[in-house]
């Protein structure tokens, strides 16, 4: 099925598609998880629901050649995962849609798909509450995941404010340079292990993203799609501008892995001035990594840097080569 | 991709292939959506969640020489609500999973997708909360539906008693009935406009089965998979046997299309003998057509029978053809 890429519909960007499907479902009916990382639903009797789902397909999302089914598996609940962690929730279930070429279908692929569902279930305490097989051209998986924020409110793209201070909870790149060296030639690199490990068995950071919501951050969002790209997603929502001073890069990456590279699931926590002492404190509490400071919201949307330099939301590749 | 059949992974039978992946993920987590229509699910701070996941892949469940891309969508929402309907609950939203051949992927076939969601969106007042989209090798549609009992309890599967009244909330057969009419040669019979609609836009009962619900059902199931195959899963699930002595045809539909034919969706109840005329008052007031009396529930899970014939699982085709 060719060789992967970011998972993006052919011939419009995935944010285009998005764009004219809210304006397909716009006619009467909601669509807030079109917008957001995840959607929040009010549900009658009880608290807000967050709510996402994300799928991962063969040939599209992953190369079953670099990785195993299990990884496939993995892969899939944590993608979903993240964008429970990058609004702040703590998972309650999930719920698994497995389709499975029939070429392949002896039962080993399905069940090797559960299998990495299933680890990464308990290493998250993310139960599976439903599921779905069937036979199909290609393996797909696609997650649906319920969160709740207990008593708390979500946080969303869209209310970074100016002033607001710009935090990754870790170095970038790591999955994109896993990514690389699995598919260079048999001989031409020694393929670290880490690396490999950071692509096939990437982590939703859902306690990172409890912690800076119980801190106050006012926006966040998961680097799914790269650093360069999604905060340009999290400034186009919240109409501002930026300006980064400093790129965390993963070991073994390079600055357009970490700029450009998708799933390494950091995130983005924007937070007010006042209130990043806090933050870090809590983050230190909560043994989590130290969250690292990379920039500032400004007020001009217009203004996008990396030190010196326009940041763009696409074409970073060409400016930093 | 080969004629449309019903949605079961090829080599095992739906059944088997979600045994095994019970037992898989029986490790230490739970799947209890894998046992009922849908599953129920504790939010902290909230209600009791009904929630269920359904895919329509294109080649296995659809054949879009048959449907329209908004056809498809509108089944795969469909299908999935009526698992809610099944529990007698109520939707309150649903996210929406969607990958499209990169070869048709000009945009059409996504937005008509989206297009036929929307319909069945605004048919049920169930809001699109969530999407995804990708590209991939087939068009399929896994659609994730959330849902409250507001009060009450979800209606199961298991917990069918000897001595209960077996009702169906409609006649059966005509989705099956139009897939026929559609797939014979053209000037081979002429197309009834209504049977094809049954095919390509069936509805959940949702009604329905919130009525049977507060009627006091003890167990229900929606036909998706044939009524002869769906009443037998009820019976497995609650342990116990039946007898029936009807079975609604829809005009224009075989006595095997009834049984034997999937995406109905009308509802198997299960009641009580106390509760039968409560539960037909509740439907006119309701303005619900009338259900159907086809049968009683037997305490030997060995008996099962229409009539003085037995009616077994995937058999019946042979028996009945």
Not at 5 to 13: C, D, E, M, V, W
Not at 38 to 45: I, R
Not at 76 to 98: E, H
Request: aromatic share 2%; hydrophobic share 45%; proline share 6%.
């Amino acid at each position: 099925m060719g060789s992967p890429k970011p998972g993006r519909t052919p011939g419009l960007s995935e944010d285009q598609t998005l764009q004219r499907i809210r304006r397909t479902l716009g006619n009467g009916i909601e669509a807030p998880g079109l917008r957001d990382d995840a959607a929040v639903v009010d549900v009658p009797g009880g608290g807000p629901l967050v709510v996402s789902v994300d799928s991962v397909v063969e040939g599209v999302h992953v190369d079953l050649g670099l990785c195993s089914p299990a990884d496939v598996g993995w892969k899939a609940l944590m993608g979903a995962l993240s964008d429970l962690a990058a609004m702040g929730a703590k998972p309650v279930g999930a719920l698994v849609a497995l389709c499975v070429p029939e070429s392949a279908e002896d039962g080993a692929v399905t069940l090797g798909v559960m299998e990495g569902v299933a680890e990464a279930s308990r290493e998250t305490a993310c139960p599976v509450v439903g599921g779905d097989v069937s036979g199909g051209g290609v393996l797909m998986v696609a997650v649906t995941v319920l969160g709740t924020v207990e008593g708390g409110t979500a946080v969303p793209r869209h209310a970074a404010r100016a002033g607001d201070v710009i935090f990754v909870t870790g170095p970038c790149g790591a999955s994109a340079a896993g990514l690389r060296v699995l598919r260079a030639p048999s001989g031409d690199v020694t393929v670290d292990g880490s690396l490999a490990a950071a692509y096939r068995r990437p982590r939703a950071r859902l306690a990172d993203g409890e912690t800076a919501r119980q801190a106050g951050a006012h926006a966040m969002i998961d680097v799914s799609d790269g650093l360069g790209l999604d905060l340009h997603r999290l400034a186009d929502a919240s109409a501002v501008g930026f300006v980064l001073d400093a790129v965390p890069v993963a070991e073994g990456a390079t600055l357009a892995e970490a700029l450009g590279g998708g799933e390494d699931y950091e995130l983005v926590v924007v937070i007010g001035p006042g209130d990043v002492d806090g933050y870090r404190k809590r983050c230190v509490e909560a043994g989590l990594r130290a969250p690292a400071r990379i920039g500032v919201v400004r007020p001009d949307p217009a203004e996008r840097r990396l030190g010196g330099e326009e940041l763009g939301p696409l074409g970073w590749q060409h400016a930093l080569g």
